[in-house]
Structure formats: C-alpha cells, structure tokens
C-alpha cells in the first residue's frame, strides 16, 4: 500500500511560499460521498476530499454526535482523507465542516447527513420467486433524444455505427416498466449506468470515470431515482450493476492518483492473462496468479487494488451510499473473481451487515460447479475461504443449455448435460440463490444458436422457469432476437425494435410483433405469470429422472403442490411409463398442464408426449 501517515494533530512547520501558493490555490474540487445518513449501523465515515494542497489543511466541525476521529494523510498533498464517527445520538441535518492551514486560511464545506428510509435495513433483495429481466440502456429505448450528446463528455451519439451510442437512456426503460410488468418481470438489471467518458465504445459503460454519477447521457442520478421509484410502484426490483476490478482511464482520478498503488501499475502494459483458475489452483505460480489479478482488463481500464486499504474504504461506502440513495434491491458484481479475494469478502460483509436481506450476485464466469461454488457465501472451501458473496452466476448450466437443445440423447449429450449439471448441486451452500440464464450481453443471442426454432425456445424456457434457481432473461429474448457473437459484441447487441422514434417497426406492441413473436411473447409471459405466483418453482425440493429417449422428467415439490415436468427433446412422439415416477406422482390421480391448459388422467399408467413439446403438470386428486 501507498504512503499514509494518520494524525489528528497538523505538522507545525511550512515555508512561507508553500502557505501562500495554499492560500491563493487552495479549493475542494471532490469531496466523496456528498452526503450519508444517520442511523447506518457502522458509525465510521470515510470522506476523500480532493483539491490543490488540501492535504496541508486539518479538518474540524462543530455538530452534536460527529466527530473527526482521524486524518489520513497520503503521498499526494492534494488528497485528504477524514474520518468521521457519527453515533447514534447524531440527528438528520446539515452541518460546516472547516478546513484550516497553519496560517489560518479557512475553507468551509457544508455536509449533510439525511435520514434514511423507514424499515432500508430490512429491504428484501431479490430471490428465487423473482425473473430478473437484464437489458443494455443504450440499446433498449430512447426516452430523451435531447441528452443523447452531453457537451461534457466525449462521445456524442451514432447510432450508425455498431460500436457508437445509439441514445437509449433511462427515461427509454421507465417507459416500458408496464411492458415488463406485463410480460412478468419482477427483477430489472441494467448494464452499469454509471458515467464512462471513453472517448470510444463507451455504450456499454464498463469502464467507469465517476463512481457517484449516472452518465447525464442516460439522464443522470435524478432519472436513476425516476426508474427506482417506478419500479417500486409496480412491484419491480431494481438490481445495480457494479465494476470493481477496474476504473475507466477517463476517470478523473487517474489524472493526478492519490497513490501510487491506488491502481496497479506495471513497466509496460500488462494485459491480465484472464485465467481466473489461477486464484483457485493450489498448484499456480505466483508470476501467474499476478499476472491474472494486477494484469488490465483492457488498456482503458486500470486495475484497481483493493488491497489499498483507503480505496476498498472508497468502494464499500460507494455500494452502500448507493443502496441506500437509490433505494435498490441488489447488486450485480462484474468480473468478481478478477477483484482482490479479500476486499471483496470485506465487501460483501460490510454490505449484508448494513442490509441483513439484501442479495448480491457476482459475475463467476467459470465452467465447472465446483469453481463456482467457490464464490457463494458459507462455502465449504478447503482454503477457509468465504466471499460473503450471496448469489453466484450458473455459467456451468448456461454452457449446457447452449448445446442440450441441439443435440441427441446419448451418454454425455442432449439433455443428459441438463441432468448432469444439476447433479452437481451438491457442491453449492445455497440452492436457491444461483442466478440462472440462457444468454446474457456478453454471450451469443440464444435464438441464434437455437437457428430461429421456436419449439426449442419453448423447451428451454420451459426448462429455465421451472428449475431451481433465479432465471435471468435478456432484453429480447421473448421476440426471439437473434445476434452473432462472431460478428463482434456491437453488432450483436441489437437496438430494441420500436425504442426510438422512427424505427420501422414497435415490438413492444402486438401489432409491431410478428406471428412467430407474438406466440414466443405469449408463451414465455403464461409461464412468466404462472411461475410468479407458484411458491413450489420458488423454493421447493426438485427431483429428476435420468434422461431417457430424449426425455427429461423432473418434479418440484414442496407439502402443498406437487409440479411435473416432462421436457421431451426428441423429434419424435413419446409414450412414457407412470410407473417410473411413482416416487413423484404418489397418489395423483391426474395432472393439469399450465401449458397446453388440459386436464391428463393418470388412470392408463401411460403418458404421451408429442416430440419436441414440454409440459408442466400441476398434480391433483
């Protein structure tokens, strides 16, 4: 870590032409967060202030219930970073805070400290009675062509180009809160929102130059609160994406760094290897471990070290101050695992102290459960290892998904992968909490791997919103878009039909969807519906059946409802033997399918299944 030397008491001695280059020069340019709250349970604030020579100014404040309880000095004379306690007896208002220089010179900042939100501690984050919905503003909808260019940012719209800003915004999704809600939505992810001021490529808004603002190009922290406010109203969780790993080399502190480790730093560009198994092979040399967690993601994004204690600092209020500011029900984690092992264990601790319910999943892009167990909260780990991460992504049965539906049964193929992922489960903490999902913004679109066949886009979701875990649907995936990830990540984010004014067409209608869009909407939103309401996909047990001809069977139990699944894959019609699946059927008479809405008897000790079909039976008397 950087030089930081912490005092309380200021050193006594200056040169008469530094107090006076201070004096003349002196202002606070950043002070971060802006603002905080009382009645938070950890009483400790950090405050970075920045401005030219701030670091030869002491702070003081006069305000019942805070305190300055340290000052940390670092190797950069124009950053400052105080400590402030605020215990519980500190009320809701605005108070001075004086900066003063040995030669009396006094700057003055007013803080505030607001009131939180009745009952924001007990916020329930989302579950796996949730779908959560992920779009990418920029190609969702357009709100507000007049914020599509923003003076004080460097790329202006082009929606022409594949890799330009297209200009959907945040006022673009607020607009079509009622079509998700119709859909079935009960989760909202969003792409990062935060501003990226690349001169280049900054769609995507990965590589973040301002932690506590939404890009004025989505339509800044005023709109965010918009969106979070509506979704409210229609029963809409609102998960927010965060990038720790990396900062964009636009941020403005990359400029003029508080330390020289703030970022990590090389001879030469040093490009992360990107092999995450590295962290987890007891086996990897250090060169190699190094080169994966100090390495770039990109060259205009700058790896920066959480194990520089004042910047994790920076990051844990920074999550927090916008859970509380924004109202939110989760957090998405980028590239976790690239991140500092234990600041984000200190992260995700400090979070789940404040907020007991809320959930956070990380982005655990690895092929093999037993890799991504590793990350949840309360793993068995070998190493004594724990994230504090609640929630982990299931790329092991994404990379199922992508090949079952195409393939024949045989030892390894076919949905035979569906069943041997599951198998796997036995390695997780949480069942529940595993965030599930066809496709997302970083994957080829799922219907170009399907070739357009709406059967199996039925048969996979059919699979997804009746398995275990919490679905995850990407924006467009329920009028069966299509991208090629081959063709480059731009051109395979495509701009949702009818959200911007003049498109040829508006898929958020009926009447702008095709024949073929309409029944894939239609049945996605029946199973959207039913799944919402159905506490049995929810929480209960799950029990499947080895594959056999192609079929895939599977129950969802709990003491109240019993569900059937029966997904067959093969092209041809199947006549299955109840007598298998007395462990499930028990002494259910019949079923009704949620699908078909038909009511089968069990009475022949035979069911029939037409070739590439799925149903879901509600088992009854």
């Not at 999704?173 to 001021?197: F, K, V």
């Not at 600041?343 to 690895?366: C, D, F, Q, R």
């Not at 909407?521 to 080895?546: A, C, D, P």
Request: net charge negative; proline share 3%; charged share 25%.
């Amino acid at each position: 870590m950087g030089t930081v030397k912490k005092s309380i008491i200021p050193i006594l001695f200056f040169s008469f032409f530094s107090l006076s280059t201070i004096a003349a020069k002196t202002k606070i340019e950043k002070l971060e967060p802006g603002f905080w709250w009382v009645g938070m349970e950890n009483p400790n604030l950090q405050l970075l202030i920045y401005g030219q020579g701030i670091g030869d100014y002491q702070p003081g404040l006069n305000y019942p219930g805070v305190s300055v309880k340290a000052v940390h000095n670092v190797e950069n004379n124009n950053y400052l970073f105080v400590d402030l306690l605020i215990d519980k007896s500190a009320k809701a208002g605005k108070f001075e805070i004086t900066f003063t220089n040995f030669k009396g010179k006094e700057i003055v900042y007013q803080y505030e400290l607001k009131e939180r939100r009745e009952n924001s501690a007990k916020r329930e984050g989302f579950n796996s009675s949730d779908v959560m919905y992920l779009l990418m503003p920029d190609r969702f909808a357009n709100g507000n062509p007049a914020n599509d260019s923003v003076d004080s940012l460097a790329e202006k719209l082009n929606r022409e180009h594949y890799d330009g800003r297209h200009g959907g915004d945040i006022e673009g999704i607020i607009n079509q809160l009622d079509y998700l809600q119709d859909l079935g939505i009960t989760a909202l992810w969003s792409t990062p929102l935060l501003e990226d001021n690349e001169e280049r490529g900054s769609y995507h808004t990965y590589a973040i130059s301002d932690y506590y603002n939404i890009d004025a190009r989505y339509g800044g922290n005023e709109a965010y609160l918009e969106l979070s406010k509506e979704c409210k109203k229609r029963g809409i969780k609102l998960i927010k994406d965060m990038v720790f790993n990396h900062c964009a080399s636009a941020h403005w502190w990359m400029k003029d760094l508080p330390q020289d480790d703030w970022v990590h730093q090389h001879d030469e560009y040093t490009n992360s290897n990107h092999r995450k198994s590295t962290l987890l092979d007891p086996h990897a040399s250090q060169v190699d471990k190094l080169k994966f967690s100090d390495g770039w993601f990109d060259i205009s994004m700058p790896d920066l070290n959480q194990q520089n204690e004042l910047l994790m600092t920076y990051l844990i209020q920074n999550s927090i101050w916008w859970v509380e500011y924004a109202d939110l029900d989760g957090i998405r984690m980028d590239t976790h695992p690239y991140n500092d092992p234990q600041g984000m264990s200190k992260w995700g601790k400090a979070l789940l102290n404040e907020y007991p319910h809320l959930n956070i999943v990380g982005e655990t892009w690895y092929k093999n459960a037993a890799d991504i167990a590793y990350w949840q909260k309360d793993a068995l780990n070998a190493d004594g290892y724990n994230s504090n991460l609640p929630c982990v992504m299931d790329f092991q049965l994404f990379f199922a998904m992508e090949k079952a539906f195409l393939e024949p049964q045989e030892w390894e193929n076919g949905v035979v992968r569906l069943y041997k992922s599951l198998a796997a489960d036995y390695l997780y903490k949480d069942l529940n909490n595993i965030l599930i999902f066809s496709e997302n913004h970083d994957t080829q679109r799922i219907m170009t791997t399907l070739k357009g066949d709406l059967d199996k886009f039925k048969l996979m979701n059919t699979f997804l919103m009746t398995t275990r875990g919490i679905p995850q649907i990407y924006a467009g995936i329920e009028i069966l878009m299509e991208g090629k990830k081959s063709d480059g990540d731009g051109k395979m984010r495509i701009d949702f039909p009818g959200g911007w004014d003049g498109d040829e067409r508006n898929a958020f209608t009926a009447e702008g969807r095709s024949k073929k869009e309409n029944e894939a909407f239609r049945f996605l939103q029946k199973l959207l519906q039913w799944r919402k309401i159905n506490l049995v996909i929810h929480s209960g047990k799950l029990t499947h059946y080895i594959p056999e001809n192609d079929v895939y069977v599977y129950f969802r139990h709990n003491d109240e409802k019993t569900v059937m699944v029966v997904i067959n894959n093969g092209d041809k019609k199947q006549e299955l033997s109840l007598d298998r699946f007395s462990e499930g059927i028990k002494d259910f008479a019949k079923g009704y399918d949620i699908l078909s809405e038909q009511s089968i008897q069990f009475s022949g000790g035979k069911l029939e299944v037409k070739g590439n079909s799925s149903m879901i039976l509600e088992l009854k008397n």
